[in-house]
T-cell receptor, first 115, second 111 residues
Framework: DAGITQSPRHKVTETGTPVTLRCHQT?????MYWYRQDPGHGLRLIHY???????DKGEVSDGYSVSRSKTEDFLLTLESATSSQTSVYFC??????????????FGQGTRLTVV | QKEVEQNSGPLSVPEGAIASLNCTYS??????FFWYRQYSGKSPELIMS????GDKEDGRFTAQLNKASQYVSLLIRDSQPSDSATYLC???????????FGKGTLLTVNP
């Protein structure tokens, strides 16, 4: 299994509170992604990173921010959680973009409930 | 237009039959194409990748890519009940390196 660890695995938080999810990799892969998965919507890209301190928005980035200060860690922050952000969050990693075999591998997921 | 489209299913096939899963994509310059399998409550796992037009076979799985038609498919031969899962099509490349997924097709293989 690819060395990807997400923490926490489960979290319940109150509306309006800040929440940070962590993705840690031991594969030294350049690309890291944050997705959310909801019934009827599939996997939707929130943000991704193509290097340390290099990030870009995905299709559902509103209400989320990210940071990547080290190759191995990619943090997703909900500045003020809302009930619409209740979801399962997946982190994924991928190798050098110039290579053809740039498969992405996923972490175990974080189930976040905002009450 | 959605970037990656799949039939949501459910697709139901009998054990031993061929299951055919389809996917279309909108970005003509996409470079890499992937099929993931996701069991309920689990994370997606990669089962096939394809980069060139034509067929790529791996055991009971065959991925087919037609860039001119912007179409990629997955065939599962001799389907087993353990193949019952949601299959996700993913596309990477083009103007950036975003990895974009379709909504997935739920496959049920009946014993």
């Amino acid at each position: 299994d690819a060395g990807i660890t997400q923490s926490p695995r489960h979290k319940v938080t109150e509306t309006g509170t800040p929440v940070t999810l962590r993705c840690h990799q031991t594969e030294n892969h350049r690309y890291m992604y944050w997705y959310r998965q909801d019934p009827g919507h599939g996997l939707r890209l929130i943000h991704y990173s193509y290097g340390v301190k290099d990030t870009d928005k995905g299709e559902v980035s509103d209400g989320y921010s990210v940071s990547r200060s080290k190759t191995e860690d990619f943090l997703l922050t909900l500045e003020s959680a809302t009930s619409s952000q209740t979801s399962v969050y997946f982190c994924a990693i991928s190798d050098f973009p110039g290579k053809m075999n740039t498969e992405a591998f996923f972490g175990q997921g974080t189930r976040l409930t905002v009450v | 237009q959605k970037e990656v489209e799949q039939n949501s299913g459910p697709l139901s096939v009998p054990e031993g039959a061929i299951a055919s899963l389809n996917c279309t994509y909108s970005d003509r310059v996409s470079q890499s194409f992937f099929w993931y399998r996701q069991y309920s409550g689990k994370s997606p796992e990669l089962i096939m990748s394809i980069y060139s037009n034509g067929d790529k076979e791996d055991g009971r799985f065959t991925a087919q890519l037609n860039k001119a038609s912007q179409y990629v498919s997955l065939l599962i031969r001799d389907s087993q009940p353990s193949d019952s899962a949601t299959y996700l099509c993913a596309v990477k490349g083009g103007s950036n390196y975003k990895l974009t997924f379709g909504k997935g097709t739920l496959l049920t293989v009946n014993p």
